[in-house]
């Protein structure tokens, strides 16, 4: 689950930030007694819900682009549970082994699952980019045996038996592997995308962007655009009209990754990753087992107008209190300022910064377009003073 916080660093399901792909052995055995709304919560457009792991408290982020289900390696060391053998992880761009603990009993409210094989791996950079203690991912293994419904506008996510969950208009999702997908088609082009609620902001791969027969140059808009966890830098563009099933939508943003020679992106027949930013506009209902999606349209989704008005920066909260630019987009006001990667921002309009969360600062930052923020950064050693005005950057 890659992840982008826009104004922030992103962040990721993920150890250290890229997307995971999860290759495994997991022993499962899962009773559900009655649906129910687990805890959970909407965080900068991922769901997170609260789950029982060995009666221990934990957050989960939900995410239906990791193949297999995963624990946070600290967390699963305060646990007390030791390495029972390794396995193979696969992420967006990168591929490699990691440990596997043995977890005995998960609760989520009347979902349970007893006797699962988890991955480990270090998730702080998915916590920091959050603001949230991230202590393990819930991914396809887990999920396929109950259905789930999404609602990102409440911040809920429920859990039911399998055949009574199905709500909306049916999207037929199909596999590679253990991998679910689903078809796509911009301005008639048919594109293959992962499934994947880990992911905050959907990418197009470099396939599938060679498969869109368009000018490049034409799309290309803003670059620079930062995955925590990795120095790589990718574009972003708009993608002038997107369809599934029988809906159409216009000017969707997407973040546009380089090629790749080793990760779930490496396979050419996948295209992309279908994010939060995407499926928040529905109530979603899962059945992976049968391999359907079910989109409602939600009547409380409102469209972020100002989710790309800003100046063109990504940050993340920094040990002192203040906030570190992680990266500088381009062209931006932010570049034109002469913005740097490592600038410490100290205030805006005159507020300290010390006492922000991220989404304060990122409130800060967005706003109508032409409108007039001072932002106070030490760059270099220097402090100085620089008067930016708000723009819309992307799908104008």
């Keep these: 689950?890659?992840?982008?916080?826009?104004?922030?660093?992103?962040?990721?399901?993920?150890?250290s930030r890229g997307k995971w792909i999860f290759v495994g052995l997991v022993i499962l055995s899962a009773a559900l007694i009655q649906s129910a709304d687990a805890q959970s919560r909407n965080v900068d457009g991922t769901l997170l819900v609260e789950a029982r792991i060995n009666g221990t408290l934990a957050v989960l982020l939900i995410d239906t682009g990791a193949e297999h289900s995963l624990l946070d390696r600290g967390f699963a060391q305060r646990l007390g549970l030791r390495p029972v053998g390794v396995s193979n992880i696969q992420r967006l761009d990168w591929?490699?082994?990691t440990e596997?603990?043995?977890?005995?009993?998960?609760?989520?409210?009347?979902?349970?699952?007893?006797?699962?094989?988890?991955?480990?791996?270090?998730?702080?950079?998915?916590?920091?980019?959050?603001?949230?203690?991230?202590?393990?991912?819930?991914?396809?293994?887990?999920?396929?045996?109950?259905?789930?419904?999404?609602?990102?506008?409440?911040?809920?996510?429920?859990?039911g038996p399998i055949s009574a969950m199905h709500h909306g208009v049916p999207v037929k999702l199909y596999k590679i592997g253990n991998l679910y997908l689903v078809h796509l088609s911009s301005d008639g082009v048919s594109l293959a995308f992962l499934l994947d609620t880990g992911t905050n902001f959907s990418v197009l791969s470099s396939s599938g962007w060679s498969k869109l027969n368009q000018s490049k140059e034409a799309l290309l808009t803003i670059d620079g655009v930062r995955s925590s966890g990795t120095?790589?830098?990718?574009k972003l563009v708009c993608i002038h009209q997107m369809r599934i099933?029988?809906?159409?939508?216009?000017?969707?943003?997407?973040?546009?990754?380089?090629?790749?020679?080793?990760?779930?992106?490496?396979?050419?027949?996948?295209?992309?990753?279908?994010?939060?930013?995407?499926?928040?506009?529905?109530?979603?209902?899962?059945?992976?087992?049968?391999?359907?999606?079910?989109?409602?349209?939600?009547?409380?989704?409102?469209?972020?107008?100002?989710?790309?008005?800003?100046?063109?920066?990504?940050?993340?909260?920094?040990?002192?209190?203040f906030f570190t630019v992680m990266a500088v987009w381009s062209p931006t006001p932010a570049s034109e300022a002469n913005?740097?990667?490592?600038?410490?921002?100290?205030?805006?309009?005159?507020?300290?910064?010390?006492?922000?969360?991220?989404?304060?600062?990122?409130?800060?930052?967005?706003?109508?377009?032409?409108?007039?923020?001072?932002?106070?950064?030490?760059?270099?050693?220097?402090?100085?003073?620089?008067?930016?005005?708000?723009?819309?950057?992307?799908?104008?």
Excluded: W
């Design 231 to 234: 120095s790589a830098t990718s």
């Design 100 to 159: 596997v603990v043995l977890i005995t009993d998960l609760n989520i409210q009347s979902a349970h699952a007893n006797s699962i094989e988890m991955m480990t791996d270090d998730l702080s950079a998915s916590s920091d980019a959050l603001g949230v203690t991230i202590d393990g991912v819930l991914g396809d293994d887990i999920l396929r045996d109950f259905a789930a419904t999404l609602d990102y506008s409440a911040g809920s996510v429920t859990f």
């Design 95 to 97: 591929s490699g082994q």
């Design 245 to 321: 099933g029988s809906a159409s939508y216009e000017n969707l943003p997407m973040r546009l990754v380089p090629p790749t020679s080793a990760g779930v992106l490496a396979n050419l027949q996948v295209n992309g990753l279908l994010g939060g930013d995407f499926l928040r506009r529905f109530i979603v209902s899962l059945d992976l087992a049968n391999e359907f999606l079910y989109l409602s349209p939600d009547p409380n989704y409102k469209a972020d107008q100002d989710r790309f008005s800003t100046i063109g920066i990504q940050f993340a909260k920094d040990p002192t209190g």
């Design 339 to 396: 913005f740097k990667v490592g600038d410490q921002i100290l205030s805006v309009n005159g507020l300290s910064t010390i006492e922000m969360t991220q989404e304060d600062l990122s409130l800060q930052l967005h706003g109508e377009p032409g409108r007039e923020i001072r932002v106070d950064i030490t760059s270099q050693g220097s402090r100085r003073t620089a008067h930016l005005r708000i723009k819309k950057l992307l799908c104008q």
């Design 1 to 15: 689950m890659n992840r982008i916080h826009i104004d922030s660093i992103e962040t990721a399901s993920q150890g």
